[in-house]
């Protein structure tokens, strides 16, 4: 017998049998009045009991998100860990960032954030390495810390700034303008900006920009008819040029952008999120020129990367599913414009930089970056080397630069910027964050799985060195696929923190992404959607049978897109996941596409108007509609913020309605209503520390986990 056998048999001799653990009492849920809305979607009625939660201002939606708020609030701060996992987050937050710094007319700007400030703040200075001066401090917009900047461009001769304000985390814009000398606004005010880039004109009199018309409900309106303008620097918005519109076509949407010579506007012309476009041309020498079809077929996608000696280079998926770099000669018969220049690869070229007489390419392997430098006639180059398995970005630069910034992070490399010189490939490390970390005690391996369908899905896994693989370990799977965004590795405090405790951060590649191109996009799309499903769930099945975790020690996480997965997936797996955390999500397939920017992702979802099998489909997996009363669920916090307005929060609360309702469990249901703030760009250092705080606190107490940071309650501020 077995030493471990033997004292297992004396502790039941001399010991009482320990008692049944108690379980916890279910929780008393606001009360959600259950309307008598039915809709007919081609002969099938589907009831909408929690329709009136679609209208997030009346008195009756208030008092319940106030309801809610309260009860998620008194839960989560019950937890002894909460202000402990607070302080921590603080702690290893506090250090500085820097964005990717962009030079004109001979100076540079970047942001940098010394460590805990709301916002970054945006700076100056003659030359990279000059004296910086401060040129924009969002932090003094608001008491609150709600105003942040959502964009910003500089003029050609380095004179001007514009930029992009959001007001509550709004995609609403607000345009203004300042001398970067004197650090002082213009009168220019431009209003109804939205999903926008800001293009100067080569002599700087002003720029490019898209906008809508003024909408009656900002919130929830549906977002049609975008138009390009062209904003003169001193002038009133009134003023502004109409560059294009097509009344026409109320879903085109417009983004125009100058190109280096300043000859010509390249017109991007969008139909929603769909990888198909239209490039129309404008001749910037002339007088009044029209806008012209220059690819006008919507066969590919197509994004702008140069021009030179007349000819356009794009980057397309044409006849190429992991894309490929063509050259459009616009003189040339239509038939025998395109030439090509970076064939397609086994890897995916994600971009393209065309800067100081050369290309850099960066691929995406197994997705994570590779870069490599080429001549301009395409053929073999060199590899740059990067740091490490991570991601790498920027390379942003004029046809004649000599250096161009670029960054890399990965799960455990925070953020770098390094600055690149293109005649000799040379690296040179600019700025890198100190965090008070050993990245040395961790690791990060790759993956490979199998789906339901038998599809090789990629899974990075990071953690602390030295892992046991016992079952018990509590594992947070985060994922998102969809629209053709590829998930590579990225630097987060929050999921640092998370691996203290001692947790797993894992992350597949599900199909709907762009990892593997076109091809991997478009199966997790459609009437294929589930597919994305069943790779998340396959994922969360390999951990379990690899002894990683087990059910009640796994959670699953994911925003937008990736909060229709989580949804869907607690939902149709409640038995293989502990706890669940779907954020801003899209939760109601039905109706998704009847508010703000919704109908440009039905090349994703499709919608219930397309066909019975759409609507089937949608039906089948859209959260909203499928909670089962009488079911166990596992513990789960949805979140999402009031004034969303790009996934309306009505998603967020017509499924936690639903949710509460069918909950046969002891486990909660929670909802966390942030208020003046929106999708989730622009939070303020506060809010975003807030937040995590409360998202690991709640993990800690619905996988069980023990933490380091525990205060006894009674100890709490």
């Not at 759409?614 to 949805?638: C, E, K, R, W």
Request: charged share 20%; aromatic share 10%.
């Amino acid at each position: 017998m077995s030493p471990v056998i033997v004292f297992a048999l004396l502790g039941c001799a001399t010991k009482s049998p320990a008692p049944a653990p108690v379980a916890p009492e279910p929780l008393a849920y606001p009360q959600a009045r259950r309307g008598d809305i039915v809709d007919t979607f081609h002969g099938v009625q589907v009831a909408d009991p929690y329709r009136w939660l679609e209208t997030p201002d009346s008195d009756e939606t208030r008092a319940w998100i106030d309801a809610e708020n309260a009860l998620t609030q008194d839960w989560l701060g019950a937890i002894d860990a909460r202000p402990g996992l607070r302080q921590r987050l603080e702690e290893l937050w506090n250090y500085e960032k820097f964005g990717m710094p962009r030079t004109e007319g001979g100076r540079t700007f970047y942001t940098r954030n010394d460590g805990l400030q709301s916002h970054s703040v945006l700076y100056w200075a003659q030359g990279p390495q000059a004296e910086p001066q401060v040129l924009l401090d969002p932090n003094t917009l608001s008491e609150d810390g709600t105003v942040s900047l959502g964009g910003w461009s500089v003029s050609e001769d380095g004179r001007y700034l514009a930029y992009a304000l959001s007001d509550g985390g709004s995609d609403w814009r607000t345009v203004h303008v300042r001398d970067v000398e004197t650090g002082q606004d213009l009168d220019d005010a431009l209003s109804w900006v939205k999903f926008s880039g800001l293009s100067w004109a080569a002599d700087s009199s002003g720029f490019y920009y898209s906008r809508y018309p003024a909408p009656e409900d900002p919130l929830e309106q549906v977002n049609l008819h975008q138009q390009l303008w062209f904003h003169p620097v001193g002038a009133s918005q009134d003023q502004d040029r109409l560059v294009y519109e097509r009344a026409d076509q109320p879903t085109w949407g417009f983004g125009g952008l100058v190109t280096d010579d300043g000859e010509r506007l390249i017109v991007h012309v969008s139909e929603g999120t769909e990888e198909l476009n239209r490039i129309y041309t404008q001749d910037l020498t002339v007088a009044d020129a029209p806008v012209v079809p220059l690819l006008d077929e919507r066969d590919a996608g197509y994004r702008f990367v140069g021009r030179i000696d007349g000819e356009l280079w794009f980057l397309t998926n044409l006849e190429a599913p992991r894309y490929r770099l063509i050259r459009v000669d616009p003189s040339a018969p239509s038939d025998a414009r395109i030439t090509e220049v970076v064939p397609q690869g086994d890897d995916v070229l994600e971009d393209v930089d065309l800067v100081g007489g050369r290309l850099v390419l960066t691929w995406i392997s197994d997705a994570h970056s590779r870069v490599e430098l080429r001549d301009l006639d395409g053929g073999p180059g060199a590899e740059l080397a990067l740091p490490g398995i991570g991601s790498a970005w920027g390379f942003d630069g004029d046809a004649d630069a000599g250096t161009v910034f670029y960054g890399f992070t990965g799960f455990t490399d925070p953020r770098s910027v390094y600055s690149l010189e293109l005649a000799t490939g040379t690296s040179t490390l600019w700025k890198r964050p100190q965090v008070d970390f050993d990245p040395g005690a961790y690791e990060t391996v790759q993956v490979f799985y199998e789906s339901a369908d038998g599809t090789r899905v990629p899974m990075f896994l990071t953690h602390k060195k030295g892992l046991v693989l016992d079952g018990e370990n509590p594992t947070l799977l985060y994922g998102y696929g969809g629209f053709n965004i590829s998930l590579t590795p990225w630097f987060s405090i929050a999921n640092l923190v998370w691996m203290e405790l001692g947790g797993v951060y894992a992350m597949p590649n599900l199909r709907g992404g762009g990892e593997y191109g076109a091809d991997w996009h478009e199966a997790g799309t459609l009437q294929q959607k589930q597919n994305v499903f069943d790779d998340f769930i396959g994922a969360a099945q390999w951990l379990v049978a690899q002894r990683y975790t087990r059910p009640e020690r796994l959670a699953i996480r994911g925003g937008s897109n990736g909060g229709l997965l989580v949804g869907a997936c607690l939902l149709q797996r409640p038995d293989l996941f502990g706890a669940a955390l779907p954020e801003v999500g899209v939760l109601d397939m039905l109706r998704y596409h009847l508010f703000t920017i919704g109908w440009a992702w039905a090349s994703d979802y499709g919608t219930v108007d397309d066909s019975p099998e759409m609507f089937q489909a949608l039906l089948d997996y859209s959260p909203v509609h499928n909670t089962v009363p009488g079911t166990a669920y596992p513990s789960t916090m949805i979140v999402t913020a009031d004034h969303d307005d790009r996934v309306v929060p009505a998603h967020s609360f017509k499924f936690a309605a639903a949710l509460q309702h069918a909950q046969a469990g002891p486990e909660p249901t929670l909802i966390r209503i942030e208020t003046r703030a929106g999708h989730g760009a622009g939070k303020s250092t506060e809010m975003r520390l807030d937040e995590a705080a409360d998202k690991w606190a709640f993990l800690v107490e619905a996988l069980g986990v023990d933490s380091p940071y525990s205060v006894p309650a009674s100890d709490n501020p």
